[in-house]
């Protein structure tokens, strides 16, 4: 279990680096192939909508080969695909690594959460934020090492391999000790643990997921909030709060060390006060952030308003992951997939939101649209509880019985 946590840290890690790699040389991407400014967000939605795809794939793939084997073969594929987009020379190659990148990093994610709260689910307490931790942390490293290769003018290929020729050969190693979760109950007398999954899933598939859908809302809200820090922060504090250009690439990355920061420590919080207690005060918190933002007199009181952000937001997705462990533990996996799609869901509404109420109202009333849909979780919160009792329409959680041996259910 040790060795399996580990390795999954270090996959999360791993990710971190290289979705950061890709997001901020998109200028450079943008120069090396001359996609136009109108194409450009083609090529960028394209990659969470094939995403979302992928999760919904690996939902079905699942069913037949665990999730430590997607986990296995779809980071080296994402990383080799991030290769590709430095290694092109015409537009249907950038094209081309960008669908594959997408695909291949649905089902990294899908597969990693999978394992995180199966993980989570077996040690007994929280751990889910430290694996998210070790993304943000990925992330810094990622910016930190892309700022490097820009400011000594590499070019994406030689700015991309040494990561991609570092990373590949340490995924590949970790990958041997994933630890897929074991099965809830064992197989009665007489049936086999297929028959019990297949079981399990139907029972699922009966209650519809109902009880997912809140949390379904608000991971799509709370990667509105990310989406809007990530793509309009630095316009925000330049062209609305009058700072320096290179002053306005600071809110990012101090959203990202807050975010690293609150994951560290989140895991302890969650032990001691409950999912519940966080996720609330982590809505508050990031809810005052954005009001923060929205009416701040200068740069500094923004960057304040940013930090809070990155502090609140932090707990929320992946907490959001654990809640859905926690309300299907027979069938995780694929509650997880399903979860996952709305994280590409709030990317895509996120910075095409907050771009047209800036051009039609004003930026900062903008800011005031993500707060109102990040306090949406405070409705939900109760979902994030240990054991919700009941679902949805009064109808109680169900349970996959089977016979053993002298008649005992099991």
């Known amino acids: 279990m040790r060795r399996g946590r580990g390795a999954l840290g270090f996959s999360f890690f791993v990710q971190g680096v290289t979705f950061a790699l890709l997001v901020t040389r998109i200028p450079a991407i943008q120069d090396r192939y001359g996609i136009s400014d109108g194409l450009l967000p083609a090529f960028l939605a394209a990659v969470p909508v094939l995403a979302g795809v992928a999760s919904v794939l690996t939902e079905r793939l699942v069913r037949r080969v665990p999730p430590s084997a997607v986990l296995r073969w779809s980071q080296p594929v994402v990383l080799l695909a991030l290769l590709g987009v430095g290694a092109g020379s015409d537009m249907w190659h950038v094209a081309l690594a960008l669908g594959v990148f997408g695909l291949a990093v649905g089902a990294l994610d899908a597969s990693m959460n999978m394992l995180g709260v199966s993980l989570q689910r077996t040690y007994g307490r929280s751990i889910m934020l430290g694996f998210h931790a070790a993304y943000s942390l990925g992330g810094i490293v990622g910016a930190s090492a892309a700022w490097l290769a820009a400011h000594e003018h590499l070019g994406l290929f030689a700015s991309y391999a040494p990561a991609v020729a570092l ?244």
Not at 185 to 201: E, L, Q, R, Y
């Open 167 to 410: 990373l590949l050969p340490l995924a590949l190693l970790g990958s041997r000790f994933y630890a897929d979760r074991a099965p809830a109950t064992a197989p009665a007398h007489g049936k086999d643990t297929k028959d019990t999954k297949d079981t399990n899933t139907a029972a699922a598939a009966h209650t519809g997921f109902r009880l997912l859908l809140p949390l379904c809302l608000v991971m799509a809200c709370a990667y509105i909030g990310d989406s809007t820090v990530s793509n309009w922060s630095a316009k925000y504090l330049q062209d609305v709060l009058g700072s320096s250009e290179q002053l306005a690439t600071v809110p990012y990355n101090i959203y990202m060390i807050t975010t690293l920061l609150g994951r560290a420590v989140g895991d302890l919080g969650v032990r001691r006060l409950g999912a519940v207690t966080v996720v609330r005060g982590g809505t508050l918190l990031a809810a005052g952030g954005f009001a923060v933002v929205a009416l701040a007199p200068g740069a500094w009181v923004g960057m304040l308003g940013f930090t809070l952000l990155g502090l609140g937001l932090c707990v929320i997705v992946p907490q959001t992951f654990a809640a859905a462990g926690r309300l299907y533990p027979e069938v995780s996996d694929a509650a997880v997939a399903r979860l996952n799609i709305f994280n590409y869901v709030g990317f895509l509404i996120g910075s095409p939101l907050v771009g047209a109420l800036g051009d039609a109202w004003s930026y900062r009333g903008a800011m005031l649209v993500p707060m109102a849909l990040v306090l949406v979780t405070l409705v939900h919160a109760r979902s994030f509880g240990p054991e919700p009792a009941r679902y949805g329409g009064g109808h109680e959680r169900p349970r996959v019985v089977d016979v053993g041996r002298g008649g005992n259910e099991v």
